[in-house]
């Protein structure tokens, strides 16, 4: 995952670190990281989406739920936020919701055949 640009150096840095962590399955390390600056820019998809695989990672599926919820409000067309919610929806056994959502992903207008 590449960072997005615009963001500030700070986020940026944040995000460069975290997803370093993630790759060395440092999920722990990563989520306390990633939670201050989910706080100070609540409306970056980026760190909202990482922040929900790390708690997901971790277990904690309803905050996972939440952020990975929050990136996709944030940013429609984030597909691995959309999958790993999916995934953990699923998981949850909460399959009418898996159902729903990849219905809404299907009639966006950017879908793909």
């Known amino acids: 995952?590449?960072?997005?640009?615009?963001?500030?150096?700070?986020?940026?840095?944040?995000?460069?670190?975290?997803?370093?962590?993630?790759?060395?399955?440092?999920?722990?390390?990563?989520?306390?990281?990633?939670?201050?600056v989910a706080r100070?820019?609540?409306?970056?998809?980026?760190?909202?989406?990482?922040?929900?695989?790390?708690?997901?990672?971790?277990?904690?599926?309803?905050s996972a739920e939440r952020e990975l919820g929050a990136a996709l409000a944030i940013d429609p067309s984030r597909q691995e936020a959309a999958t790993s919610l999916a995934r953990l929806l699923n998981a949850l056994g909460r399959h009418e919701e898996v159902v729903a959502g990849t219905e809404r992903i299907a009639?966006?207008?950017d879908a793909r055949a």
């Open 1 to 36: 995952m590449a960072v997005a640009p615009g963001l500030s150096p700070q986020v940026a840095a944040a995000l460069r670190d975290a997803i370093g962590l993630m790759n060395q399955h440092r999920f722990g390390e990563a989520r306390h990281l990633l939670e201050p």
């Open 40 to 62: 100070a820019a609540p409306g970056v998809a980026d760190v909202r989406y990482l922040l929900g695989a790390a708690l997901s990672h971790l277990g904690d599926l309803a």
């Open 107 to 109: 009639a966006r207008p």
